[in-house]
């Protein structure tokens, strides 16, 4: 047996059920859809068209309601919202105030007639100097006085007591012409017209003064006056007056008439008219709820055709993953998140069904689509997106939801396909709302569509496109955490070089430092030749070597001319210090939370290679050695990344100690490195074809040859005192 392929790893869930609980997921995926799907629609009847001539007679088999159609219910609904009159509230405390604050006006204007600094008290007040200045000269007749005083308390009292709103035309309309106030101790109806607001107030504000007041122009200074002590003591409670509306609304019967036993709907050679249609749509539904009701055959026989269809739509998403995402299928992880979020709009369309067509607006498909895009990739993405629109569609019976969803859900995912910063969604926000802005009005002119006015559905369609890419990237960190996945925009955050751990590797061992980037490099640009996710080859080779700090002057890139401690130990030893990087490597990676994906590098770049110089070293001192003390603790490379990463890091090492590097020898070098992992199985875990292995040879070697490249030999630099003479005193 090779023992390049002893130790392999096992799936993540493998401890716990493996292809059980895989299973176990489909299963209960499905039996939950199946749950939440609708009550299948009788077609009894469908035959009978208006305009027919019936060719049966059809009387009523029992005793059932007639359901009101959707137009209908929808006018009787609005009738009940208008016929709930607006309540006012009525502020005590209003009027109370601005009494207060005429009794001290009044004070005021009596005191100024004596005393002219109290005038200018009086222009704190919103009024005119020459009105209050006749109001001074009116107060110095006692008798007209107390007779004007009193007439204009008495009528800002009135108005008062009686309420009065700022703007009577904001108050909504009602079918019974009436509002209801709300005051201290109950509620009291009165017909809209009886209620004053500012504008008819002023109206009435004169005449009332000219009947307290004989003199005209004391009439005038009245209404003058008082007009700065106006403030509406009534206000729309618009809050309480929705909720009053819409739970009349909701107590609107769904039946507009009872068909009683042996009722004859329709006799034979009748013609069909809508009414009859009506009637029939309603005791076919009910004969549908009664045989469902009554035997479990016919309950049993829908349920598993829900179940067939609702297995067609997950296991296209499943299916995808097995055919052409292996390494995704691998991880009942991945099988369980991709449940929750096929799940998610279903659950929603299940909910939103009862509801007005104009709330399937939120159905958050494309929610569901952006986070497996940005979780996984575009091709898991636009599955999702297809196979979720139909099976939301069917439960929604509306074939413009499905046509809706498709285009947001494939808007959506195009535009975070290649998202790597936060900042990229910003695309999303501007795309989708334009996806529901257009799509609305267009799926609307051709009938598929009925939402109400068209504006509230554009204006509800935006929103829903700007809320799904902020709830993504609401969403995005939590998954992650979960599930264990990391994305592109994680990878990037781990990319940067003042990272605390690279910053550490760079101080302490800046020879592993300097190999590092050298790796991410190879790595990059093999992934990029390969398909492979560079990025994450990138970053993963920038972490690889970090347990080479703890220990950093037992790896020569190290050791900068210094001793070799390994002169001075066994084989055996220094195979241990080797291995224990990989250890020491995994330990720091936990403590600084990196990723799993990341922290897969740092024992599979090495897999369960030989320690070769070691080994070798081992045989001639101690003769026969087991080799397996001298492999890594591996597992081998389980995706092309790692193992890429794996090839980077041998080459570079091999290359490095080459005394010659022509492209020639260069080449071989690579070559000679990956026929060893080759036949070592180390690669075996990593899906790297040989086509795959020529395409990185042939990107390892521009890149070898520009950080190895020769320099030119410049020749030693002597100071001659004739040469600096002769160039003015200056080195040439």
């Known amino acids: ?111 100024a007639r004596r005393d002219s600094a109290t005038f200018l008290s009086l222009r704190d007040y919103p009024l005119q100097e020459e009105t209050l200045r006749e109001l001074v000269r009116t107060s110095r007749r006692p008798r007209t006085w107390r007779r004007f005083v009193r007439a204009c308390t008495e009528v800002l009292k009135d108005f008062y007591g009686r309420g009065f709103l700022e703007d009577k035309s904001k108050v909504p309309p009602c079918s019974t012409g009436k509002v209801m106030i709300a005051y201290e101790g109950g509620e009291r109806e009165v017909p809209l017209e009886d209620i004053w607001d500012l504008k008819g107030l002023r109206e009435r504000l004169l005449s009332q003064l000219r009947a307290r007041l004989l003199s005209e122009d004391l009439a005038l200074l009245g209404y003058e006056v008082l007009t700065a002590f106006l403030s509406p003591n009534l206000s729309l409670d618009e809050v309480e007056t929705r909720r009053r509306r819409e739970e009349a609304a909701g107590k609107v019967g769904i039946y507009k008439r009872l068909i009683p036993k042996g009722y004859r709907i329709i006799g034979k050679h009748e013609l069909v008219t809508e009414e009859h249609i009506e009637i029939l749509r309603s005791l076919a539904q009910e004969k549908m709820k009664r045989s469902m009701e009554r035997g479990a055959w016919p309950r049993a026989r829908t349920m598993a055709s829900w179940a067939v269809l ?19 299928f691998g991880r009942n992880g991945n099988i369980l998140l991709l449940s929750i979020l096929f799940l998610i709009p279903a659950g929603t369309a299940s909910y939103l069904r009862t509801m007005p067509e104009l709330f399937f607006l939120l159905l958050p498909l494309p929610l569901s689509s952006m986070l497996a895009t940005v979780l996984f990739d575009v091709g898991v993405g636009f599955v999702m997106t297809v196979s979720g629109a139909l099976l939301s569609g069917q439960f929604l019976g509306n074939l413009g939801m499905t046509v809706l969803s498709v285009s947001a859900g494939t808007a959506a995912v195009a ?74 925009i994680t990878l990037v955050e781990l990319s940067d070089l003042n990272h605390p751990l690279l910053r550490e590797l760079a101080v302490r061992a800046p020879g592993t430092y300097n190999h590092t980037i050298i790796v991410s490099i190879l790595a990059e640009a093999a992934a990029e030749a390969v398909g492979a996710n560079s990025l994450l080859a990138r970053v993963g080779a920038y972490y690889h070597d970090i347990g080479k700090m703890r220990k950093p002057e037992y790896f020569i890139e190290n050791q900068m001319g210094t001793s070799n401690p390994h002169d001075r130990l066994s084989p055996t030893m220094s195979a241990l210090i080797l291995a224990a990087h990989v250890k020491d490597g995994l330990e720091l990676a936990r403590e600084h939370g990196l990723p799993k994906a990341v922290q897969n ?80 199985g180390q690669l075996d875990g990593s899906d790297l074809t040989l086509r795959d292995l020529r395409r990185i040879e042939e990107s390892f070697l521009p890149v070898l040859m520009g950080v190895f490249h020769p320099r ?14 002769g160039n003015g005193g200056t080195e040439g």
């Open 1 to 111: 047996m090779n023992p390049g392929r002893v130790k392999r790893p096992s799936p993540k869930l493998g401890k716990v059920g493996g292809r059980w609980l895989r299973a176990g997921i489909w299963v209960g995926s499905v039996a939950l859809l199946t749950v939440l799907s609708p009550l299948p629609k009788s077609h009894e009847f469908s035959d009978l068209k208006p305009g027919m001539v019936s060719d049966r007679e059809i009387l009523a088999p029992f005793t059932f309601f007639v359901r009101k159609s959707k137009e209908e219910l929808k006018g009787d609904r609005e009738k009940a919202r208008l016929a709930v009159p607006p309540l006012l509230r009525y502020h005590r405390d209003v009027g109370g105030k601005e009494l207060k604050r005429l009794e001290d006006f009044w004070k005021l204007a009596a005191r």
């Open 310 to 328: 609702n297995s067609a739509f997950y296991f296209l998403v499943m299916g995808h993953l097995l055919l052409f995402r292996r390494n995704i």
């Open 415 to 488: 535009s975070v396909r290649q998202v790597r910063h936060r900042k990229q969604f910003y695309g999303a926000l501007g795309v989708l709302p334009s996806v529901y802005v257009i799509g609305v009005p267009v799926l609307s002119s051709v009938h598929l569509l009925e939402m109400g006015p068209l504006g509230k559905a554009m204006t509800l369609g935006a929103l829903s496109g700007i809320s799904f890419p902020v709830l993504t990237i609401g969403l995005l960190p939590i998954f992650e955490t979960l599930f264990g996945i990391t994305t592109n």
């Open 601 to 680: 590098f740092i024992p599979q770049h090495h897999g369960t290679s030989i320690m070769e110089y070691f080994y070798d070293k081992a045989r001639k001192q101690m003769g026969d050695v087991s080799e397996a003390s001298f492999r890594y603790p591996g597992p081998i490379p389980q995706n092309k990344e790692a193992a890429i990463v794996m090839l980077s890091d041998s080459v570079e090492s091999a290359v490095r100690s080459l005394k010659e590097r022509t492209p020639a020898r260069v080449r071989g070098m690579i070559r000679e490195v990956m026929r060893k992992k080759l036949e070592d």
């Open 712 to 725: 030119v030999a410049y020749p030693e630099r002597r100071e001659v005192a004739g040469v600096r003479a």
